[in-house]
């Protein structure tokens, strides 16, 4: 584990509020040069801390009003593998995350849709049809608080 500093978790702080601040922009707010804040960001990815940038797009904005958690128990484990339910399930596209899971269920899902009927389409048409899938359960999302996580 790394060792961080007071300016190491300011700047982690910052890049998770907006992580498409400037270096300059984050040195000037954290009282630091921009080269100086360079070489920091620089030293948090190599120690593997930053895993790059992400743009985050706001699914309701783009018309997908709906985003519902699925919690899939493949039917047989020995029947289809992992792998495969993997690669079928990433290549639906209002599938925008799939984790798999220790529990209840062997894969969680986060799926968008345009409204619930859209949601009903995908599950039936793409979603249940694929290799392995026993059952299913959704959790549709009311609301959504996004945390930075735990930086210290």
């Known amino acids: 584990m790394t060792e961080l500093d007071e300016l190491d978790r300011a700047l982690l702080r910052a890049l998770a509020r907006d992580a498409m601040q400037s270096a300059g922009a984050l040195g000037r707010t954290l009282g630091l040069?921009?080269?100086?804040?360079?070489?920091?960001?620089?030293?948090?990815?190599?120690?593997?801390?930053l895993r790059g940038r992400r743009l985050r797009l706001n699914a309701e904005a783009l018309g997908f009003g709906v985003t519902v958690f699925l919690g899939v128990k493949l039917a047989t484990k020995g029947r289809?593998?992992?792998?495969d339910f993997e690669r079928a399930v990433s290549?639906?596209?209002?599938?925008?995350r799939v984790e798999h899971v220790l529990g209840m269920y062997d894969y969680r899902l986060r799926v968008v849709a345009?409204?619930?009927p859209d949601f009903e389409r995908v599950l039936r048409r793409r979603i249940m049809t694929l290799p392995g899938v026993g059952e299913v359960e959704a959790?549709?999302?009311?609301?959504?608080?996004?945390?930075?996580?735990?930086?210290?």
């Open 139 to 152: 959790n549709v999302l009311l609301s959504e608080e996004r945390r930075a996580g735990p930086i210290g």
């Open 33 to 49: 040069s921009q080269p100086a804040t360079w070489r920091r960001i620089r030293k948090l990815e190599s120690a593997g801390i």
């Open 91 to 96: 290549a639906i596209p209002e599938v925008q």
């Open 80 to 83: 289809v593998s992992l792998e």
């Open 114 to 116: 345009r409204d619930l």
